[in-house]
């Protein structure tokens, strides 16, 4: 497939900025939700909406969607066990010991290791202005996660939840390349339809067996309007329209998008949960973007203009 130009390429671009919109959201809404209910359950409900969600656009687009052949399996059974299953347990238990937009602001480095991995793994062109991006974001990470000191992380100071949270970062880079992979032969829509599916079993299952599933009647109307946007728009919505952009203009500059994640998660925590980092935190994150935004330049690579991917 070609690399879109014009008005297409803008609508792909306004999808990814909606979606980090949502995907700011999901920070509020996960820190929301698992203040009450245990986050394998708030996960396991989250994909039934998603799956739904997904099951409907899979229906608009004529249905060719609910195909998926047997040599699929192996693949979406990776994109749900990294991008679903992991991440979620990451993302939901490191939101019990953090705030909202401070987690946020660390997963803003996952485009950074995205593009370290393009380069030391796919060969991209790395260059002085980029590697000088890549050292910025790291250095405003680990300010981050020291809460405003850099060498916090040195002296062995990090929390539980910071390391959930950098495990948020690493699992998310792997379902982006795995993505990238299943874009050769799957569309967006079908690989994230059923990556949600396996993804959900998955925490079903975990959540059965910690014995928390069924534990629902005292969850406020606030943690189920928290999981329905969660499922929803952060999920079904959100990851489409990631997994598109992917597709059609690579994972690096699809990733780039998700250095807007953390500006609205900061901007709805203020509002909604009145949350307030420090200013050495939100100085951590003002580099981290900078270091996002030097290291996301084009790369010149057949693969990043994404020539060679099929999109059924």
């Not at 238990?93 to 485009?111: E, F, K, N, S």
């Not at 002085?128 to 050292?135: E, F, H, N």
């Not at 998700?258 to 100085?283: K, Q, R, S, T, Y």
Request: glycine residues 12%; charged residues 10%.
């Amino acid at each position: 497939m070609s690399a879109p130009t014009g008005r297409a390429l803008a609508v792909i671009y306004l999808k990814l900025v909606l979606m980090a919109i949502f995907w700011g959201g999901t920070w509020v809404a996960g820190r929301i939700a698992v203040q009450e209910a245990p986050p394998l359950a708030v996960a396991s409900y989250r994909f039934i909406f998603a799956v739904a969600g997904l099951a409907v656009l899979a229906w608009l687009a004529g249905g060719r969607t609910l195909h998926l052949a047997r040599r699929h399996w192996g693949t979406v059974f990776m994109l749900g066990l990294t991008g679903i299953f992991i991440y979620n347990f990451f993302f939901l238990y490191g939101l019990r010991h953090i705030a909202a937009g401070r987690g946020a602001l660390v997963v803003a480095l996952t485009p950074v290791v995205i593009a370290l991995v393009d380069w030391l793994r796919y060969g991209d062109r790395m260059g002085a202005v980029k590697a000088l991006g890549i050292l910025l974001a790291f250095l405003g990470c680990f300010i981050v996660i020291g809460n405003g000191d850099p060498f916090a992380l040195l002296r062995g100071e990090m929390g539980i939840g910071e390391w959930l949270i950098i495990g948020c970062v690493v699992t998310w880079t792997l379902y982006t390349f795995i993505g990238r992979n299943a874009a050769k032969s799957m569309s967006p829509l079908t690989a994230t339809l059923y990556a949600c599916l396996t993804g959900w079993a998955m925490l079903t299952v975990a959540a059965l067996l910690e014995g928390s599933l069924l534990v629902v009647p005292h969850w406020s109307w606030r943690v189920w309007a928290s999981i329905m946007f969660l499922g929803l728009f952060g999920t079904a919505l959100g990851f489409t329209w990631f997994a598109e952009g992917v597709s059609r203009i690579g994972p690096t500059r699809a990733a780039m998008f998700i250095n807007l994640v953390p500006v609205f998660a900061v901007l709805m925590g203020v509002l909604l949960l009145d949350e307030h980092l420090g200013v050495g935190v939100l100085g951590g994150g003002a580099l981290v973007i900078l270091g996002v935004i030097l290291s996301g330049r084009r790369s010149t690579r057949a693969t990043d203009t994404n020539s060679n991917f099929k999109v059924n």
